[in-house]
Structures are given as C-alpha cells and as structure tokens.
C-alpha cells in the first residue's frame, strides 16, 4: 500500500511525495508524483534520474510542474536505487546506492535488491495508480544521464508500457562508455554479451521497438563535460539512422550536465510528451 508522507499544492495541482513496499527490490521505495486539477484520467510521464540522485532531485529542481498543469499531465519520479539497511552499497558515486542503472542485477551482492527495471516497470506503475487516477494507455518516459539511458532503454525494451520517449544527455551506448562498464560488470557480470540488451543504442541497431515510436527526442548540451567520454549521442544517432527511426537530436549551446539545463528545457519536454500522449 503506498504512503502519502507529504503534499503541496502547486500551479493548482499536487505534489505528493510517497512511499510503497517493493516486491522487485524487497524494500521500501520512494517516488513523488505531480497531479494536476481535474478529474483525470491523466496521461503521465515517468522521470527516471541520474547518478547520485533522489526522488527529490527533479521535484525541487526542474521546474516541471507548471507546465504539467498546463498540460493536464501527471509526473512521476521515482527514486534512483533502493536503499536502506542491508541493501550493497559502493563508496563510488557511479555504482550502488543512487546507481541503479534501471536493470535487473543478476550478480552479487546486488542482485537482492538491485531490480531496478522490474521496479520501474511493474512496482512503480501500480504504486502510482493509487495516488493519481492514470490513463495506462497513455503514459511517457524521459530522465537526464542515467535516467536518459533508463528511458531509452526501456522505452525499447517495454514499448507496451511507453507510448512516447525523450531524454536529456543521456548514456546512449553504456557498453561503449566507462560508467556502463564499470555498472554492468558489477550488476551483470563480465559477459558483455548480456549487456547488449541494456544498451539503447544496440537496441536500436538491433531493431528493438521497431515502429512503435514515430519519433524520439533527445536534448544535449555542447558545454557537457561528459558529452564525448560517457555520453556520444551520435552513436545512438547513427544506429537510429541505420533502421530508418527519425530522432531528433537537440545540441543546445554552452548548456551543460546539470539541473539548470534541464529547467531550462523541461517545459518543451513536457509540452512534447503531452502532444503525443493526446486521447
């Protein structure tokens, strides 16, 4: 059952900050969610975020919720990893807790806890369902970093669950970056071959949600300090490119990785996801 611990009322809607048991992860699980005035049912958007991050991270930070209003659209943020006492963690800021990376660990110690796709896709869904009344058939993802690589990711591997997909900076190819190597050898194990199925870029490539999405966005900062080492948008580009996916790739000058370049475009996101998710 999920728990209301906190609300606001913003731009005539609410923002709730909540807590549920999770069956994927065997722990509790924290999320804030944007409802907007109405009846619904809403179309909504998941925020999956990046490294380090929290629930609160894109609440507090974003600026999201006017335009949400606006839109009529429901936001979901949830956390990064679970947490808690007993749960693996890493004195790294790039793996275990706030790392999760939005796969289903398989090694130890993470693989107790660390399923942070199965959270995200089953547990999280339902969770939200009993705070805002939703549409399940319309309902988008985006996230920044690691969370742009979440919402690639499972947005091509669950397209049953998305109807529409955007990112900021995301980690397009983690197979082919030092954060994805270093995260999927730990939570996966060493045999790359299984880490193919976590790389959206080789998802891409490999034809994964093939037609399900007319078009996808990405927003990236020229002044992003991890723009050619971790990031490389244009392999995501290229394989969307190799099986015909128009995508829309935004470089946006002197931006870089943080919250300010996010606020500074959340709202065409918003609007975006909201044109796409019409009944």
């Not at 804030?32 to 998941?46: A, N």
């Not at 976590?198 to 999405?213: E, I, S």
């Amino acid at each position: 059952m999920t728990e209301i611990l906190q609300q606001h009322r913003v731009h005539g809607g609410t923002l709730s900050y909540c807590r549920h048991p999770s069956a994927a992860t065997g722990t509790a699980m924290r999320f804030s969610i944007f409802t907007p005035g109405g009846e619904g049912p809403f179309p909504s958007l998941v925020w999956l975020s990046g490294l380090t991050c929290t629930e609160d991270n894109f609440t507090t930070k974003a600026g999201a919720y006017r335009a949400a209003a606006e839109a009529g659209l429901v936001i979901i943020a949830p956390d990064t990893s679970p947490r808690g006492e007993g749960v693996a963690d890493d004195p790294a800021y790039d793996l275990g807790q706030g790392a999760g990376f939005y796969v289903d660990a398989t090694e130890a110690p993470w693989a107790p806890h660390f399923r942070m796709e199965t959270y995200i896709t089953v547990d999280l869904l339902a969770a939200a369902a009993e705070v805002a009344p939703l549409d399940p058939a319309r309902r988008g993802v985006s996230g920044h970093s690691m969370g742009g690589h979440g919402a690639l990711t499972l947005a091509l591997r669950h397209p049953e669950l998305f109807q529409s997909v955007s990112a900021f900076a995301p980690i397009v190819s983690p197979t082919r970056c030092p954060w994805g190597e270093k995260a999927f050898t730990a939570y996966l194990g060493a045999d790359r071959a299984l880490w193919r199925a976590h790389d959206a870029a080789l998802l891409m490539a490999g034809g994964a949600a093939r037609g399900a999405y007319d078009d996808l966005l990405i927003d990236q900062g020229t002044a992003d300090n991890f723009l050619e080492g971790q990031l490389k948008p244009q392999l995501f580009v290229e394989a969307c490119a190799a099986v015909g996916q128009k995508v829309t790739l935004r470089m946006r000058a002197g931006y870089d990785h943080s919250y300010f370049f996010m606020a500074s475009f959340i709202a065409d996101h918003v609007a975006w996801h909201a044109q796409r998710l019409k009944p």
